[in-house]
């Protein structure tokens, strides 16, 4: 088995990536804040009627993990220290570790507050063999922010990602060039990225209970089995990815227009664009796995007089029935003319990297996000006009 033993020949042609994850990053904080937590069963999350957003190593023995209801962990360890959390904190630890990455690479790839990608392909005539950059990077971590972190070391992000979860933690696990298939092949196909509760059902239903089992599984059965996702998965199965490590972009701000050919009065079609414009900025929130707090709406009058109004949300978002409300209640309310209108907007700001991943703490929204992911899904591959909601016609 390849392990961290292993090594990865820098001069050879392929590209040497490490995958970077905090182990169980909030409840890890809060212990920094708070020694005396050490050694208890710590549990972040979000109200009564919420999840687990992270529970430490010491609650994860009595059952407890991400994505549970507080009720149900509440149950399975009563004598849990239940948190609320510290957003703001997370979002400085998660910077701190930025900042460190930043120092070895200019690939880096923030996924979340708390994972990244980096590309340590040709670093080594300025730090050395990358295996060992990844390996200092790991105790910098420690020492500078007094937090365990995994890490993965691979010939691409998909094992990379994978190898980082494989010893946690605290991990460090390094997966040779040509040796990606083996390692893959022993584990629960659930490792795989991708890889939910639904598909597990239908893999198992078919026998594939191991990567391995996925990948003796004929490409061809997959595809007819899954379409474009079956192709996806043989790869997967067999460790391939060609995804490239990209840093992110900072946006400040994410927004979409529209002008009428002709002015407009008609309510319906107006709020109707509006759903529409909500739509389309908040799929590309998502996409860029972002979260907005501030929501502006944009009305410009016949007589090109422009006005727009904003609210802030307590704690950012990204679900499209959220905003919907927001949108149409600021425009309702900022609608204060009688002239026609000929152009509508909605705006995103105040951004932030997403916290919470799929496990927001109010009972509903994780399945209405559910919702927005797949319909985001269906968009991008017939188009934006193949699924529309009821409320996005005038």
């Known amino acids: 088995m390849p392990g961290a033993g292993a090594g990865i020949n820098p001069r050879a042609a392929h590209r040497v990536i490490a995958h970077l994850d905090f182990d169980a990053f909030f409840a890890a904080v809060e212990e920094n804040r708070d020694p005396s937590l050490r050694g208890k069963p710590v549990i972040v999350g979000g109200g009564e009627r919420g999840v687990v957003s992270t529970a430490n190593y010491v609650a994860r023995r009595y059952g407890v993990h991400s994505a549970m209801p507080l009720r149900t962990a509440r149950r399975l360890c009563p004598q849990g220290v239940y948190l609320t959390g510290h957003h703001q904190l997370y979002y400085e630890y998660s910077r701190r570790l930025m900042a460190i990455l930043d120092q070895y690479s200019p690939l880096v790839e923030k996924m979340s507050l708390d994972e990244a990608y980096v590309d340590l392909t040709g670093t080594d005539a300025l730090f050395g063999p990358p295996v060992r950059t990844a390996r200092l990077i790991q105790r910098r971590v420690m020492d500078e922010l007094d937090l365990s972190i995994s890490v993965g070391v691979a010939t691409n992000k998909l094992v990379a990602k994978v190898a980082s979860d494989y010893r946690k933690p605290g991990g460090f696990t390094v997966i040779s060039p040509g040796r990606e298939a083996e390692f893959l092949a022993p584990l629960p196909v659930e490792r795989l990225p991708g890889v939910g509760p639904v598909l597990l059902g239908q893999l198992r239903d078919r026998g594939v209970v191991t990567v391995g089992d996925l990948a003796r599984v004929p490409a061809d059965l997959l595809r007819l089995s899954f379409g474009e996702w079956g192709e996806v998965l043989a790869h997967r199965a067999r460790g391939e990815d060609l995804q490239r490590v990209t840093p992110c972009e900072e946006v400040k701000s994410i927004s979409r227009e529209h002008t009428f050919e002709e002015d407009v009065s008609d309510v319906g079609l107006l709020e109707s664009t509006l759903v529409l414009l909500t739509e389309d900025v908040c799929r590309r929130l998502r996409h860029r796995r972002l979260e907005a707090r501030t ?100």
Do not use: M
Request: aromatic fraction near 10%; charged fraction near 30%.
């Open 295 to 394: 929501v502006t709406v944009k009305i410009r009058y016949s007589d090109f007089v422009t006005h727009t109004c904003s609210h802030t949300l307590p704690k950012p978002q990204d679900v499209d029935e959220v905003f919907f409300e927001e949108v149409l209640g600021l425009f309702r309310h900022g609608r204060n003319r009688r002239y026609h209108l000929r152009l509508v907007g909605v705006g995103l700001s105040n951004l932030v990297p997403r916290a919470w991943q799929d496990d927001l703490f109010d009972q509903g929204l994780p399945l209405l996000r559910e919702l927005d992911l797949k319909l985001d899904v269906i968009r991008e591959k017939y188009g934006n006009g193949a699924v529309r909601r009821g409320a996005a016609f005038p």
